[in-house]
């Protein structure tokens, strides 16, 4: 079966990451939303793509440094906000890009008190904070990033380490590069 996840909402017609760039996506046939998560410097679990708040690192404060109230300016959702008006309506694929225990607390918190866990696959690229987040909502899909081979390592190889790192953290789904599948995966 394939779905179609709409990666930042409607990126492409309405802003990133905002609750009108993802009813759009649903609206226009999307299976679900796809968005990053950060914990802000008040404790907030704000909306945004990237650690950064502009798309590059140069001159721009970090989503972890600042509070809630100045990017709500820039029209950032909170993780509440989202779960709220769309609900059980849509997949969630949320992308963890906080990495203590008191970020992915407020997560679960957040998704458990929605019913949502059924609904959600939190991903990141970092084993330890999906094996983390099991502590608290057991039962959630989580999706590990596969990067590329290098180009040193031979393919079976490559497949074993990333098969094996997800079956060792218990991790539901790897999502990696199209080059990863064979006739053999």
């Known amino acids: 079966m394939t779905n179609i996840i709409a990666h930042r909402g409607y990126a492409k017609k309405y802003p990133e990451n905002t609750l009108l760039a993802f009813k759009h996506a649903l609206d226009t046939g999307a299976d679900g939303i796809?968005?990053?998560?950060?914990?802000?410097?008040?404790?907030?679990?704000?909306?945004?793509?990237?650690?950064?708040?502009?798309?590059?690192?140069?001159?721009?404060?970090?989503?972890?440094?600042?509070?809630?109230?100045?990017?709500?300016?820039?029209?950032?959702?909170?993780?509440?906000?989202?779960?709220?008006?769309?609900?059980?309506?849509?997949?969630?694929?949320?992308?963890?890009?906080?990495?203590?225990?008191?970020?992915?607390?407020?997560?679960?918190?957040?998704?458990?008190?929605?019913?949502?866990?059924?609904?959600?696959?939190?991903?990141s690229p970092h084993s330890y904070v999906l094996t983390q987040i099991r502590k608290y909502l057991p039962n959630i899909t989580t999706g590990m990033f596969a990067c590329p081979a290098p180009g040193w390592m031979n393919k079976p190889l490559w497949q074993a380490i990333n098969l094996n790192n997800a079956l060792l953290g218990d991790i539901s789904v790897i999502h990696g590069p199209l080059g990863m599948l064979d006739e053999n995966s």
């Open 34 to 123: 796809e968005f990053d998560v950060h914990l802000t410097k008040d404790d907030q679990l704000a909306v945004h793509h990237g650690y950064y708040l502009s798309k590059t690192s140069h001159d721009n404060e970090e989503i972890s440094n600042l509070d809630y109230k100045s990017l709500q300016v820039k029209g950032l959702p909170l993780l509440e906000d989202v779960l709220k008006q769309l609900g059980s309506t849509t997949h969630y694929e949320i992308e963890l890009r906080g990495y203590t225990e008191d970020f992915l607390r407020k997560v679960a918190k957040t998704i458990h008190g929605h019913g949502l866990e059924g609904d959600v696959e939190c991903t």
